[in-house]
């Protein structure tokens, strides 16, 4: 009946994932690198797949759902959180591709980020931006669609914690009863690039903060490979000193924050499982440290994947794409209360700093 698309725009790679009903029409990725020199890319790949019905866009940290159609510079600059004096440093093609997307005029849409959602406390938002970038929603819903299957339940009836293990970052989510109810975003947990939250003193000492100090300071740099692949690390952390050290200090930073999301519960026991998302998680030596490390808390596993090439991600941004549209999703959908995403991730921002600088978002 429906025809729609999922995009997960990476760190790595960009994925495209399409479903016609139960039939997969569209399974590619595209190394980010290459989009970000050719945006027009992905356009070819969305118009490989004629007649969508919906997309969901490439959202970076989202905003209440909006119709890429209807989008203007503001919001696309609100999808990025970067000015544009840094737009040249082209960390990624988000925006480019968004441009292109409304101008060709594919149904498109995008979706909240973690902080939107009615789901999760105000209280848990205070200070926060990422909470979870769009992807990271979008993932949980191949973990709820997930548990349904594995332990023939309906949404609401699902319970876990996601740790999704990307190339760049990490990011740690809580669903209960079949809700997002807190999430710590990929800036805020030691990445295999990102540094994860930073000493408000070395913020400090480091003075000016760019977008690209985000992107740096984790597993890679602290082994003194920035340039190498998550399986290369992998290798290396199994004789190389210094790249024990880094990856302890990543599985310490993840099981900190797997701990401390776990007390968002209203009871712990509710946590049917921990499930692994991301490149990491099909990482066996990467996979085992983190089960024997976070087993204490629930039965850990492998998230399970409907694609052979995208990532959980863009099956989730698809599985969203149908369930908006009334489709198989749309219990999962309606349950995650989408429709009543509100606010913007700068709502709730106690910290004192230069709000004027905003015009320079667009």
């Not at 030691?190 to 003193?201: I, N, Q, R, V, Y």
């Not at 149908?322 to 429709?339: A, Q, S, T, V, Y």
Request: hydrophobic share 40%.
């Amino acid at each position: 009946m429906f025809r729609v698309i999922g995009i997960d725009p990476g760190s790595l790679s960009w994925d495209f994932f399409g479903l016609h009903n139960d039939k997969i029409i569209l399974d590619t990725s595209i190394p980010s690198q290459e989009l970000i020199k050719e945006p027009q890319k992905a356009i070819t790949i969305i118009n490989s797949v004629k007649n969508i019905d919906l997309m969901v866009a490439p959202s970076g940290f989202g905003l209440p759902l909006k119709y890429v159609d209807d989008l203007t510079e503001k919001d696309i600059h609100y999808t990025l959180l970067k000015f544009k004096k840094e737009e040249k440093e082209k960390l990624i093609g988000l925006g480019e591709v968004l441009r292109l997307i409304k101008a060709e005029k594919i149904p498109g849409i995008i979706v909240p980020g973690v902080k939107h959602l009615p789901t999760i406390p105000r209280y848990r938002k205070i200070n926060k931006i990422d909470m979870g970038t769009a992807d990271k929603l979008c993932t949980a819903v191949t973990g709820i669609r997930d548990q349904m299957e594995t332990f023939q339940i309906l949404p609401q009836n699902t319970n876990f914690i996601m740790v999704e293990i990307g190339y760049g970052f990490t990011a740690v989510l809580a669903i209960e009863d079949g809700q997002i109810i807190d999430g710590i975003g990929g800036s805020n947990i030691m990445g295999f690039k990102a540094c994860g939250s930073l000493d408000g003193e070395l913020a400090y000492l480091i003075k000016t903060i760019k977008k690209k100090n985000i992107y740096k300071g984790g597993v890679s740099y602290i082994a003194g490979y920035e340039d190498l692949s998550l399986h290369e690390i992998m290798l290396l952390a199994e004789r190389d000193e210094q790249t024990k050290v880094a990856l302890d200090a990543y599985i310490s930073s993840v099981k900190k924050a797997v701990y401390a999301i776990s007390s968002s519960f209203s009871n712990r026991t509710n946590i049917r499982e921990i499930l692994l998302a991301g490149r990491g998680a099909n990482l066996t030596f990467l996979r085992e440290k983190i089960i024997s490390n976070l087993k204490d808390i629930a039965p850990v596993r492998v998230m399970k994947t409907y694609s052979q090439l995208s990532k959980r991600a863009a099956q989730g941004a698809a599985f969203i794409a149908n369930g908006l549209l009334d489709g198989e999703f749309k219990p999962i959908i309606d349950n995650l209360r989408l429709k009543e995403a509100a606010g913007s991730i700068l709502d709730d921002i106690y910290i004192p700093f230069d709000k004027t600088q905003m015009s320079d978002f667009g």
